[in-house]
């Protein structure tokens, strides 16, 4: 049971630092609010190097800083080409072909009803710069830019059943066109294609980009990631941050890059090659707080008389774990795996679906966390059993352990090997009942990844709670608010404490009064406190979490009770052993009193 309980403390303490650390970085040392951006060359225009590549401008600081505008003023053009499809709302600028307005209908930015849609892209030159442009680079030859105005040449209003086409003719035999094409969710395919009507040949990069703004973007941390991505060969890249592109980069991801973009907690940009098609995936800092991904494809030769074409789909919207897998199964390489589950993945993905599947069966992801809960207590119960007949093994053995300390207590090696021989003789394995710690570590963990990146999640309701991703408002803050009265940043740590903390806190003090007393005085007083602190400690996080965990405390003390009635000789031994040390707690009181 020592090895048992020095495991568990070192769990708890493990999730201390893991939860405390996050928490302090959030509470004392938050992110600085958006700021207007100073968008040193946010037009985005591409600029042919010599080595025909694609160079943000404003890199070097030689880009003049351009005005910022509000989204409103920015979307006021008429020319403007709506989209309009059944997750995604907004439009295409015809100056530069870009598409820098995109709202998702599905998704609000609060939970209340009347709340506006979350905005992913809007023009550049705002404060919440984000577009997309597609275009080619080449040498001595009239190329379209970002100040370009394209012609509709086909079609109205980008719609699922509607696809619409923009062309420019530059004047010297080469005319360019891009056919938009979007689907029920997220996706835009963006065809681009040159056709060569004049003299000779010509030779030309398709290219696309992703340019944005990271004032906007949601914060990265050590467990979950925000910012550049990409996916090649060798699988998902999520190592890049804007700071580092900013002071290492630009971060290169190879000539066969299938997909590149950025992406937030909740959502996701991303740039998917043509299949088949070898493209270089770059991402750079294209001045002040912006950034690019770039998309390049190889040189193409175009004949006068021919025509060339490449394909790139574009994905703009939410990171829902159906959808993804779904584009995965079309032919997106690992597109699955934009969600960072990280190193628990193997587990924190089933899960995942599990949870889906009972919350299609209840209807409340709430009720869903429970039943996951039960169903995962039923999975370890066998285990659990196995622990507290290794507990009761242990406690009949626990006189021969005295006796060997006692006589053996000057020589250390020597105890052990008794010891040793003793778990053999007797069939005891004193790590038996540390299984199902180790079982729940990964579980704990994955279902707090779950919890966190899982846009499904989002604004669920429980009981008095309205989003189970964000922490429970039944609190003291909450409350004083109500009546004018604004709680200090620094005494959120115990003003912040809600409901569901209190019973997480409670439950676990209840579990740790059932189980077998610690022989260590130091180990019962950390296990009279740790609950406390845990309270404290869980407080800001996801409600579903602390869903999880309360449920988990509650079934654990049910377990409990059931298996001390199978096992009368541990409950009267831990019974037994609880008498012993009161009694000498008081002898000990006893003495110091006299003394």
């Known amino acids: 049971m020592d090895n048992q309980r020095n495991l568990i403390i070192a769990v708890v303490l493990s999730a201390l630092l893991l939860f405390g650390w996050d928490f302090v970085m959030r509470t004392y040392y938050p992110e600085p609010e958006p700021v207007a951006a100073s968008t040193a060359g946010v037009d985005g225009t591409a600029v042919a190097g010599i080595d025909g590549t694609i160079a943000a401008p404003g890199v070097d600081g030689s880009a003049a800083h351009s005005p910022v505008v509000d989204v409103e003023t920015a979307l006021a053009s008429a020319d403007r080409i709506v989209i309009d499809a059944p997750e995604i709302h907004g439009s295409i600028n015809p100056v530069g072909a870009r598409i820098d307005d995109i709202d998702l209908k599905t998704h609000r930015q ?3 009803e009347d709340s506006p849609n979350i905005r992913l892209f809007s ?34 209003r980008l719609t699922q059943e509607t696809p619409v086409t923009l062309r420019w003719d530059n004047g010297a035999g080469l005319v360019f066109a891009l056919r938009f094409a979007i689907d029920e969710h997220y ?5 681009q294609s040159v056709a060569n009507r004049g003299d000779g040949t010509v030779a030309l990069r398709p290219y696309a980009f992703v340019n944005r703004t990271s004032a906007t973007a949601d914060a990265s941390n050590f467990n979950v990631h925000s910012g550049p991505i990409a996916a090649n060969a060798d699988g998902v890249d999520f190592d890049w941050d804007y700071d580092e592109v900013l002071e290492e980069g630009p971060a290169e991801f190879g000539a066969r890059t299938d997909w590149i973009g950025f992406t937030d907690i ?19 800092s294209a001045g002040g707080d912006t950034y690019r991904a770039d998309l390049i494809y190889e040189p193409v030769n175009v004949a006068s008389g021919t025509s060339v074409t490449r394909t790139t789909r574009l994905f703009a919207g939410a990171k829902e774990s159906a959808v993804l897998s779904d584009y995965q199964a079309q032919g997106v390489p690992l597109f699955g795996n934009a969600i960072d589950w990280g190193w628990f993945s193997w587990i924190a993905w089933p899960m995942w679906q599990v949870l889906i599947f009972l919350f299609g069966l209840v209807g409340n992801f709430g009720v869903a966390i429970i039943c996951l809960t039960l169903i ?8 659990a059993q196995k622990q507290f007949k290794s507990m009761a093994q242990m406690r009949a053995v626990q006189p021969k352990m005295k006796a060997l300390q006692e006589r053996y207590k000057d020589d250390k090696a020597e105890l052990q090997q008794q010891m040793a021989k003793l778990y053999k003789e007797e069939k005891v394995n004193p790590l038996a009942g540390c299984l199902p710690i180790f079982i729940q570590i990964p579980i704990f963990f994955a279902l707090y990844k779950v919890l966190r990146l899982a846009i499904e999640m989002r604004h669920q309701p429980f009981a008095w709670i309205n989003d189970l991703s964000e922490q429970d408002p039944a609190n003291l803050a909450n409350a004083l608010a109500l009546i004018g009265i604004d709680v200090p940043d620094l005494l959120m740590i115990v003003f912040g404490i809600g409901v569901l903390a209190v019973l997480l806190g409670f ?25 406390w602190v845990l309270m404290f400690v869980m407080a800001p996080f996801a409600a579903g979490l602390l869903i999880y965990w309360i449920s988990n405390n509650v079934l654990t003390l049910a377990q409990q009770k059931y298996l001390y009635s199978k096992n009368p000789q541990l409950r009267a031994q831990m019974e037994k052993d ?18």
Not at 126 to 146: I, M
Not at 275 to 280: L, V
Not at 376 to 383: K, S
Not at 578 to 595: D, I, L, Q, S, W
């Open 110 to 112: 609060t939970v209340e």
């Open 123 to 156: 023009p550049a030159g705002t404060d919440e710069q984000y577009f997309a442009q597609f275009g080619w680079v080449g040498e001595g030859v009239s190329l379209p830019d970002a100040n370009t105005v394209w012609q509709l040449a086909d079609g109205e």
């Open 187 to 191: 996706m835009l395919t963006i065809t």
């Open 266 to 284: 909740y959502w996701l940009s991303a740039l998917i090659a043509e299949d088949g098609q070898a493209a270089s995936g770059t991402i750079r």
């Open 376 to 383: 995962i207590r039923l999975i370890l119960f066998p285990i």
């Open 507 to 531: 439950t676990m003090w209840l579990q740790f009064k059932l189980n077998p007393a610690a022989m260590d005085p130091m180990q019962q007083q950390i296990f009279m406190i740790m609950p």
């Open 578 to 595: 609880r008498e012993e040390k009161a009694r000498e707690a008081a002898r000990k009181e006893a003495e110091k009193a006299k003394g």
